[in-house]
Nanobody, 121 residues
């Protein structure tokens, strides 16, 4: 079973809102750092938001601070990215990632298949 499956991407108008979902399978959300990344046309894949396990605060790329919010529901094995005030430049394929490090050792590193978000009038 694929550990991470994203959904929710679609066409949305500038200024609109959208919530992406990442369904997590067979991974413990209490130990994995969950993050969202995006890759726009002709661009590198960049980190958008990161949520460490437990009660550690999330971090965001400067370009999305104040507009995007990452969250998780451990009981439902879900991770979300709430996106508000969307701009044309938010157009990208959005990927969910789960990573678990113990010191310098990578214990697990998984990516979803991506979901397309297009912001256009």
């Amino acid at each position: 079973q694929v550990p991470l499956v994203e959904s929710g991407g679609r066409l949305v108008q500038p200024g609109g809102s959208l919530t992406l979902s990442c369904a997590v399978s067979n991974l413990d959300l209490n130990i994995y750092t969950m993050s969202w990344h995006r890759q726009g046309p002709g661009k590198e894949r960049d980190l958008v938001a990161s949520l460490p396990p437990k009660d550690i605060s999330p971090t965001y790329a400067e370009s999305v601070k104040g507009r995007f919010a990452i969250s998780r529901d451990v009981a439902k094995d879900m991770v979300y990215l709430q996106m508000n005030s969307l701009k044309d430049e938010d157009t990208a394929v959005y990927y969910c990632r789960a990573r678990w490090d113990v010191g310098t050792i990578v214990m697990g590193d998984y990516w979803g298949q991506g979901t397309q978000v297009t912001v256009s009038a």
